[in-house]
C-alpha cells in the first residue's frame, strides 16, 4: 500500500463550482498534513498545513480525519487560476528517529473551465 | 521570484555521458533536498543533506552521485543513466530538516527536465 493516495483525477469544473479531494494515507502515527500546489510545468508549492480542528484559508478549506486516516480539501467559488495540481503531503516521522519526512501523494489534477 | 534556483532547466545526455545538475538557495535554510518527479508518480526523495552532511540516501543507484559544498548549493552529478532516468528533477530547500515535531516548508526549485537517450 502506498504511503499517500490520492484521486489522479482528472477534476474538470465550471467556474464558480465547488470541488473536493480526499486523500488518505497509511501511516497512523503520521504527525503533520498539507496540500501543495503544482501549477503544470512549474515546481511544487505549499498551499496550506492542515490542522487537527480544520482550516480555512479563503475559499479553500483543508479537514483532517485521524480515525479514518484521510485528509480533504475544499475548494469553493472556482476560479480559471485554480487549475493546477494538488498534492497530497504527510510528514512521518522514521522509526527510532528524531528525522521526519514527507510523502507526497501523485496529485489530483484540477481544470477549472470558463 | 523563487528563492532555489536550479540549472539547467532541459538536459539531454546520452548513457554514457557526464553531467551534473546544479542547484542554489538563497533563502538562507540549512536543509537541501533532491526529488525525482516521473510522470504519473509521485515525488521520490533522493537525497537530503543538512548543514552540507547527507543525512539521507533513499536507495538511490549509484549513477546518481550528490555533492553540497556549502549549505547554499547542491549538485546531483549523473553518469551512465539509464532511458527509465528521464524525469523532472526537483531540488528543494527548508529551514532546518522535518523533524519527528516540526515539519518545515519546502520550497521547490523550477527543475531540471532530464532526457536520456
Known amino acids: 500500500r502506498k504511503e499517500v493516495e490520492q484521486d489522479p483525477g482528472p477534476f474538470n469544473v465550471p467556474e464558480g463550482a465547488t470541488v473536493a479531494f480526499n486523500c488518505t494515507y497509511s501511516?497512523?502515527?503520521?504527525?503533520?498534513f498539507f496540500w501543495y500546489r503544482q501549477d503544470c510545468r512549474k515546481e511544487p508549492k505549499l498551499l496550506m498545513s492542515?490542522?487537527?480542528s480544520g482550516n480555512e484559508d479563503g475559499r479553500f478549506t483543508a479537514q483532517l480525519n485521524r480515525a479514518s486516516q484521510y485528509i480533504s480539501l475544499l475548494i469553493r467559488d472556482s476560479k480559471l487560476s485554480d487549475s493546477a495540481t494538488y498534492l497530497c503531503?504527510?510528514?512521518?516521522?522514521?522509526?527510532?528517529?528524531?528525522?521526519?519526512?514527507?510523502?507526497f501523494g501523485r496529485g489530483t489534477q484540477l481544470t477549472v473551465w470558463p | 521570484e523563487t528563492g532555489v534556483t536550479q540549472t539547467p532547466r532541459h538536459l539531454v545526455m546520452g548513457m554514457t555521458n557526464k553531467k551534473s545538475l546544479k542547484c542554489e538557495q538563497h533563502?538562507?535554510?540549512?536543509?537541501m533536498y533532491w526529488y525525482k518527479q516521473s510522470a504519473k508518480k509521485p515525488l521520490e526523495l533522493m537525497f537530503v543533506?543538512?548543514?552540507?552532511?547527507?543525512?539521507e540516501n533513499n536507495s538511490v543507484p549509484s549513477r546518481f552521485s550528490p555533492e553540497c559544498p556549502n549549505s547554499s548549493h547542491l549538485f546531483l552529478h549523473l553518469h551512465t543513466l539509464q532511458p527509465e532516468d528521464s524525469a523532472l528533477y526537483l531540488c528543494?530547500?527548508?529551514?532546518?530538516?522535518?523533524?519527528?515535531?516540526?515539519?518545515?516548508?519546502?520550497?521547490f526549485g523550477p527543475g531540471t527536465r532530464l532526457t536520456v537517450t
Open positions: 492542515v490542522y487537527s
Open positions: 533563502l538562507g535554510h540549512n536543509a
Open positions: 543533506y543538512s548543514l552540507e552532511e547527507r543525512v
Open positions: 528543494a530547500s527548508s529551514q532546518d530538516l522535518v523533524g519527528s515535531v516540526l515539519a518545515y516548508e519546502q520550497y
Open positions: 503531503v504527510v510528514k512521518m516521522a522514521d522509526r527510532g528517529s528524531t528525522l521526519g519526512r514527507l510523502y
Open positions: 501511516n497512523s502515527a503520521s504527525q503533520s
